[in-house]
């Protein structure tokens, strides 16, 4: 079993700047890809990055050069950096790893994240 404990989340004026930290405790040998999701009230889970075991990363559309994705040479941590934040970036974020084929995936508890205009 795999426990994820995400931490860095918190009320920013926009324009302003977040770290997100997932950190992984357990067996994560079948662990290939690493990765944040967002839900905003109302709304679905969406994904924000992702990066695979390989290092190749996966950013949605809205949040292409303002938010950067990585992790440890452990691979037990990953990392969100998120710059120029904007009001619509207001959600809870959960870190998400998993198997290439989806047939282990675990998630963390999610931390909230309101960026104020």
């Known amino acids: 079993q795999v426990q994820l404990v995400e931490s860095g989340g918190g009320l920013v004026q926009a324009g302003g700047s977040l770290r997100l930290s997932c950190t992984a405790s357990?067996?994560?040998?079948?662990?290939?890809?690493m990765g944040w999701y967002r839900q905003a009230p109302g709304k679905q889970r969406d994904l924000v990055a992702l990066?695979?075991?390989?290092?190749?990363?996966n950013y949605a559309d809205s949040v292409k050069g303002r938010f950067t994705i990585s992790r440890d040479n452990a691979k037990t941590t990953v990392f969100l950096q998120m710059n120029s934040l904007k009001p619509e970036d207001t959600a809870v974020y959960y870190c998400?790893?998993?198997?290439?084929?989806?047939?282990?995936?675990?998630w963390g508890q999610g931390t909230q994240v309101t960026v104020s205009s």
């Open positions: 357990g067996s994560i040998f079948d662990i290939n890809v």
């Open positions: 990066i695979t075991s390989g290092g190749n990363t």
């Open positions: 998400n790893f998993r198997s290439r084929t989806y047939s282990v995936s675990y």
